[in-house]
Each structure stands twice: as structure tokens, then as C-alpha cells.
């Protein structure tokens, strides 16, 4: 298929096609851009069949190109070292594969490997993980700042900033050194995975694999396809999830998928009521938990999060929804800017003793 | 503990069918609570005691004590021990305080609540207090989820149980506790605030009305 020429698809909502199952779509792609919009539509079953011949066709001619089986991957990388990152990373090394977690900073690296090894120790003293098969982790898990050493990989999990141009820029640098058949997957929890796969390369060998704080305790993933994701990139990765111990399970590829469509806009409504002086944060914790059984109250889990990380999604997804109760609070922008970001520096809500990972 | 008095009211959505709570009360006591529909109406208020413990529905414990400015300190606070609907109560105790609510009577009641098993969260004198205010957006946004397609009932709950600990899901729990009754206060929480997080959802609309049918 040649990306570069302009041509729009009309696309119509189905269940049976689960990744545009939304409504009516028209996609514009000139030159490796694309744009998405989606309107509301009845006319389902006229445009059924058009999706399914464009989705064949691009299966038949990538056919040749990827030879690579959903059993085939023995390398996967992580890319982005923060707390979902080295996260992540956990759960591909405890499946059992060589697994490389990359950021360009070395300092995020130098701060999550010792989280990691910690983690292991710890599952280790609890009896979860045998001593022997947690030095065999670790062992398999290498961590650089170098780009180049992913040249190997067959399955890279981006883990960065909610930011488009910023993980264009990575999956252009990935393009260059991983072989035609690595499949990229983005761990993006409020962005488009389509608009994500038209920045990258191979929009054909991308996936949404959106992870659960903390991704190395919780087993869900929720996964999307972009348009023009093949059926073979998806079974591979969906069985890479599996063989990760984790759950995945199908989303539309829609704003916040379904667990940020709940929790962000809930997020901010926590911070706004803590702002209107309607209760304190352990009150608020206290009473969600009881009142539901929930695992965690909101402030447990946005100091989890990261403040930062928080602020940085809301901002995206507002901008995609404009959606009021997705406006960033002005008290998380003020704990942001005194540095008040949760665990990781080990004040935001509540004050930590360490920045430990979660588990273990 | 302090020796309590419980006035009943009526019919007490804290305390339906009894609770040991109630069978630990004295006939007087420096602690008065008033229980059930009536509680903020028949009050009396009393500076002898260290608080005054009122059940609250739906409203502000102003609506009983009054709020306008120069009041002086309050022994009064308000409660609702918080249940979904028709589901049985929960554990959780709102403790409702307002500006001028005493730190003694605050502490007082905490104090008597917690000794009798409860678990207690303090908040200010808002409409939804904390548990409606930010539960009930949530469960519109998963009714509008469901009525849009992004999944079936099973997979949203399934989705927020396995990524989010959220043990009950959203969409069983609505359904079983009465779906009409979330529709009653999503309507005052939206009548006060008039946020689009409140607004009745369709299927709210329709589980009202097929209630009012039957």
C-alpha cells in the first residue's frame, strides 16, 4: 500500500470489527498524517463490507513481509523507564523473556532498577517466586539508555509521556534500528491508537496495550487496534499478553479506552471536591473504599500514578474531549509545580517513607 | 464511650431492621442522635450536650441548624450511613460538620461512631457530601458507556473489577440496588450543581419512569 498518496476511506460502525466499531469514520492519511473523526451513523451495514476488504488486503500484503508467529518473540523492550515502565517491564521478564527497558534518560534507568530488583526480592521473601527463578529474571532483563540496542527485539511496549509528537519521535527512532517485523505496541491511556500508528512507521504492526497501575499486581490490559492494524500483529500480541501472565481484553480504540474514561474524569473530581474543602484526602479514600470495597481510594492510587503523570493525561484528554470535568483542576497544577507528585517523591496526598514499587 | 440517647424519628435508612447500635443506646445520655425521616425536623437543641447527632437524607444539615453568617459555635452535626439503593448499608458513616461545628462535637461523635464499629469519613455540609458526589458521574458515565457500545455490561465490570479493584463493577450493583433511585439523586445533585456529570442518564430516565409505572 502506498501511504504516501491521499485517499480516504469511509468506514462504518460494526460490531464485528471491533477496532472502528464506533460509528462512522472518515480517515485521511497524506504522507504518513492522519486524521480521525467520527460521526454518529446508522449506516452500518452498507460500509461492513468495504472495512473488511481494505483490512484483507493489507493482511495479504504484509503477509510476506512478516514471518514472525505469535510464539516467535524472544526479546521484547520497554521503552520508557518510569513507574508503568519499569512496571511493565516486570511482568515480560516474569513471562519468561530477554527483556531490555530503555529511556534516554539515565537517571529514570539508575531509579528503576533497583525498584525492580527490590520487587523481585520481595516476591522472593514472600514466597511467590523461587530465589533461583529470580535471579533467572533478572538476569534476562538488561536496561539501557542506548536506542540501538533494541536492534534485536521482536516487541516493544512504549511507555512514555501522554504526547504525541514525543512518541512519534520515539517510534521514528525505533523504526530505524528494530527489524521489519518487531511489533510496536503503546501503552498510550488516553490517545488514539490509529493517530499513534500513523506516526510510526508501521501502522500495520501497532497495537494499543494499555497497562494497569501498578502493571506489574494488576492483570489487565486493555488492548486496541488502530484502523490499520493486521490480524496477525493482533494475535501476536494478544498471545504476548497471555504468555505475561496477563489479562487482556478488547477495547474500542475511543478516548480513555474504558478504565481512563472512568477514572480521569473522576480523578479531577476528587482534587476539585478537596479544593472545595469538602473533605480531606483520607477521608475521601476512607469513604470510596467502604462505601464500594474498592482495592484503593483515588488519592492512594493518583499519588501511585504520579501527579505529573496525571496532569499530563488530563491535558490530552481534554484536549481530544473538551469535556469540562477533564479541565485539569488548579490544585493538581500546583502540586505539580511544587513538586508534589506522590510516590515517586514520596509526597503528594499523603507523605511515603520510601518510593518502593507496589508488591512484590 | 459516652452514654448516647437515640431518638427515633421513623423509618431510619441508617438503621434499617435494627442495628446493635441502636441496642446499646440509654434512655439519656450527654450524646443525643436523632434517627430516621424525621430527625432534622424534630431536633431540639440542647447546649448541655457534647453533640447532637442528626440522620440525614439527601439534604444539607444547614437546612435543620441554619447556616447564615454570625451563628455561633454548633454542637450539631449530621450523618448518613451510606447505602446504594435498595442495597443493604454499608459500614461507612458520613459525619457531617458545618463552619461553625464545634472540634469537641465533631470529635465526639467520630468517637462514638468508630466505638460502635463504623468506619467515618468527615465532610463539610455539601449535597452527595463524598460518596455521591463522586460515585454518581461515574455510574452516568458507565449507563452513557453501555447505551453508546464501548462494551457490554459484563466487560465494563469486568474491566474496572480486573484494572482498577473496583470488586462490584458499576453496572451489576446499579441494577440490583434500583436503578430509579439513582436517577432521584443524580436529579438533586444535578438540580444543586448543575454540572453534566449529574444529568440523568437515559436509562435513568427510563428505570424512574417504569418505576412510577408499576
Same mark, same amino acid.
Given at each position: 500500500m502506498n501511504y504516501g498518496s491521499s485517499f480516504i476511506i469511509r468506514l462504518t460502525t460494526i460490531r464485528s470489527a $471491533?477496532? =472502528? /466499531?464506533a460509528g462512522e469514520c472518515a480517515y485521511e492519511t497524506n504522507a504518513g498524517s492522519a486524521r480521525l473523526t467520527a460521526h454518529k451513523t446508522q449506516k452500518r451495514a452498507k460500509a461492513e463490507p468495504l472495512f473488511r476488504v481494505v483490512t484483507a488486503n493489507m493482511v495479504q500484503l504484509r503477509a510476506d513481509e512478516n514471518s514472525m508467529t505469535a510464539h516467535g518473540i524472544r526479546t521484547a523492550a520497554v521503552a520508557g523507564a518510569g513507574t508503568m515502565g519499569a512496571g511493565i517491564a516486570i511482568t515480560i521478564a516474569r513471562g519468561g523473556f530477554k527483556t531490555i527497558l530503555y529511556d534516554n534518560a539515565q537517571a529514570a534507568l539508575d531509579r528503576a532498577k533497583p525498584l525492580i530488583e527490590a520487587f523481585f526480592s520481595k516476591s522472593v521473601e514472600r514466597g511467590k517466586l523461587s530465589r533461583e527463578r529470580s535471579a533467572e529474571i533478572i538476569a534476562n532483563l538488561s536496561f539501557t539508555?542506548? =536506542?540501538?540496542?533494541?536492534?534485536?527485539?521482536d516487541f516493544v511496549v512504549e511507555a512514555i509521556f501522554e504526547d504525541i509528537p514525543m512518541k512519534c519521535g520515539l517510534y521514528a527512532q525505533l523504526e530505524k534500528v528494530c527489524p521489519p517485523h518487531t511489533v510496536f505496541a503503546s501503552n498510550a491511556s488516553t490517545l488514539s491508537i490509529t493517530q499513534l500508528a500513523a506516526g510510526c512507521g508501521r501502522p500495520d504492526r501497532f497495537v494499543g496495550m494499555h497497562y494497569c497501575l501498578p502493571a506489574q499486581v494488576m492483570k489487565l490490559i486493555e488492548m486496541s487496534r488502530g484502523i490499520y492494524t493486521s490480524e496477525q500483529t493482533w494475535d501476536i500480541a494478544w498471545q504476548f499478553a497471555l504468555a505475561t501472565g496477563q489479562h487482556p481484553v478488547e477495547t474500542r /480504540?475511543? $478516548?480513555?479506552? =474504558?478504565l481512563n474514561y472512568f477514572c480521569v474524569p473522576y480523578h479531577n473530581d476528587v482534587i476539585r471536591i478537596i479544593e472545595a474543602g469538602v473533605a480531606a484526602p483520607a477521608d475521601i479514600d476512607r469513604a470510596m473504599k467502604r462505601a464500594f470495597d474498592f482495592a484503593m481510594g483515588p488519592c492512594e492510587l493518583l499519588d501511585m500514578i504520579g501527579l505529573d503523570t496525571h496532569l499530563r493525561g488530563t491535558e490530552a484528554f481534554f484536549a481530544i474531549t473538551n469535556n469540562p470535568r477533564l479541565a485539569p483542576p488548579p490544585l493538581l497544577r500546583r502540586m505539580v509545580a511544587a513538586g508534589l507528585l506522590g510516590r515517586k517523591t514520596k509526597r503528594g496526598f499523603y507523605e511515603y517513607e520510601s518510593a518502593a514499587m507496589f508488591g512484590g | 464511650m459516652n452514654k448516647y440517647m437515640v431518638i427515633d424519628t421513623g423509618a431510619s435508612r441508617s438503621f434499617e431492621g435494627g442495628h446493635e447500635f441502636l441496642r446499646g443506646a440509654s434512655s439519656e445520655g450527654e450524646i443525643a442522635v436523632y434517627i430516621g425521616k424525621g430527625a432534622g425536623r424534630k431536633y431540639v437543641a440542647d447546649p448541655s450536650k457534647i453533640v447532637i447527632i442528626l440522620e440525614l437524607d439527601g439534604e444539607c444539615l444547614g437546612v435543620h441548624t441554619g447556616e447564615e453568617p454570625g451563628l455561633g459555635e454548633s454542637n450539631v452535626v449530621g450523618f448518613n450511613r451510606f447505602r446504594l439503593g435498595e442495597s443493604p448499608a454499608t459500614n461507612l458513616i458520613e459525619l457531617v460538620t458545618q463552619t461553625n461545628t464545634s472540634k469537641s462535637a465533631a470529635e465526639a461523635a467520630r468517637a462514638l461512631f468508630e466505638g460502635a464499629g463504623f468506619d467515618v469519613a468527615v465532610c463539610k455540609d455539601f449535597v452527595g457530601r463524598i460518596v455521591n458526589r463522586l460515585i454518581r458521574p461515574m455510574f452516568n458515565d458507565a449507563l452513557r458507556a453501555l447505551d453508546e457500545g464501548v462494551a457490554t455490561a459484563k466487560d465494563l465490570d469486568l474491566t474496572v473489577k480486573l484494572g482498577l479493584g473496583y470488586r462490584k463493577g458499576f453496572i451489576d450493583p446499579l441494577y440490583k440496588s434500583g436503578l430509579h433511585h439513582h436517577y432521584d439523586v443524580t436529579s438533586a445533585l444535578f438540580e444543586v450543581y448543575g454540572q453534566a456529570g449529574y444529568a440523568p442518564t437515559r436509562r435513568g430516565v427510563v428505570a424512574k419512569q417504569r418505576s412510577l409505572k408499576a
Open positions: $471491533p477496532n =472502528i /466499531d539508555s542506548d =536506542i540501538t540496542r533494541l536492534g534485536n527485539c /480504540d475511543t $478516548p480513555g479506552f =474504558i | -
